[in-house]
């Protein structure tokens, strides 16, 4: 079970309440990754670096690096973003977003990074016309399998022929474990109870999702139940929060680059109750995956009305579950 070789990283926008709030700055953001055990950081550049995707200055590079050296800790990910609207009442052309890409493999070739989370609007058109710009730079992109897609969702299917017509080694998947979503998560759920939803509402619409009925089956019959848009609001959940059995990863494995571990809340247990972790785990063991994990709290902006967020508690219990499902 432990012979692999797949490891533990942390998205620092894990931290973005504090980070937000100046309660962190990114360099304690960095320290308290590697207080997890973790050795892979994955940043947003955009919120951790100004100027991002501009290379930084000399000075933010050489300090960056003594970062990296003195908490132990690699440069694994940079999350990148095209914005098509930069421009007032102008919408990107692809070349336009192409250089804009550009920019990115240079960032994050100046920072280390070897792998780029590509978002997931991104066009396989856009992509194949980058592939040979990240092979010069020896950086992986990896399309965000972000839900409601799931890895043979027809938007995917388009990039995986990208990756066959090209044969190249440096464009693959990155699965979001949101993508794996078996149970709606409580503290979503919850935040749309204090709302104003019917608890009721919210019972069936939980209780359909973990039987697996399809969303739009469960968003017409609470239709009929309510008319208010907060209780739609929560019928919706399980047309954006999908469960795809984890077993597809199988076939694909190969050409996945990292992995996503979004998690919206961890119990005292070590337990995230909406997503299964430990069956996912299981098959990526199984197929060989030999690449990050990084711990992607987001379940901050959904009880920040009732209590104080400690991503900092949060991210090194989902290290913790990792290490107990036996990532090293």
């Not at 309660?23 to 990754?33: F, H, P």
Request: with cysteine.
């Amino acid at each position: 079970m432990n012979n692999h070789s797949i490891k533990r990283g942390v998205s620092l926008y894990s931290y973005q309440e504090e980070f937000f709030l100046k309660k962190m700055s990114l360099e304690d953001c960095i320290a308290a990754t590697a207080a997890t055990g973790a050795t892979g950081i994955e940043i947003v550049g955009e919120q951790s670096v100004p100027g991002c995707p501009n290379i930084p200055s000399d000075a933010f590079i050489a300090q960056w690096f003594e970062w990296m050296e003195k908490y132990g800790v690699t440069p694994v990910a940079h999350d990148m973003f095209l914005d098509y609207n930069k421009k007032k009442g102008h919408y990107w052309t692809d070349e336009e977003a192409v250089e804009s890409f550009k920019k990115d493999i240079r960032f994050a070739s100046a920072l280390g990074f070897k792998v780029i989370r590509v978002i997931v609007n991104t066009t396989p058109e856009i992509i194949e016309k980058i592939i040979p710009y990240a092979e010069d730079h020896d950086i992986k992109l990896g399309i965000e399998v972000h839900a409601p897609w799931h890895i043979n969702s027809a938007w995917m299917t388009r990039h995986w022929e990208v990756m066959e017509k090209t044969g190249t080694k440096h464009f693959g998947f990155i699965p979001d474990m949101g993508g794996f979503t078996k149970r709606l998560a409580p503290v979503i759920v919850d935040r749309l109870i204090r709302q104003g939803a019917d608890p009721k509402i919210a019972a069936y619409v939980c209780e359909q999702h973990e039987k697996g009925v399809m969303a739009e089956y469960t968003i017409y019959e609470v239709s009929r139940m309510s008319d208010r848009r907060i209780d739609m609001a929560v019928a919706e959940l399980s047309r954006h929060n999908t469960f795809a059995n984890p077993i597809s990863l199988l076939q694909h494995i190969d050409r996945i680059v990292h992995v996503y571990g979004k998690f919206y809340d961890m119990t005292e247990d070590f337990t995230e109750p909406s997503i299964p972790y430990k069956e996912v785990i299981d098959v990526l063991i199984k197929g060989g995956y030999d690449g990050y994990i990084s711990s992607e709290y987001e379940g901050n902006r959904h009880i920040q009305d009732i209590q104080e967020v400690d991503s900092v508690k949060q991210v090194k219990r989902h290290q913790q579950m990792l290490v107990n499902y036996g990532v090293k």
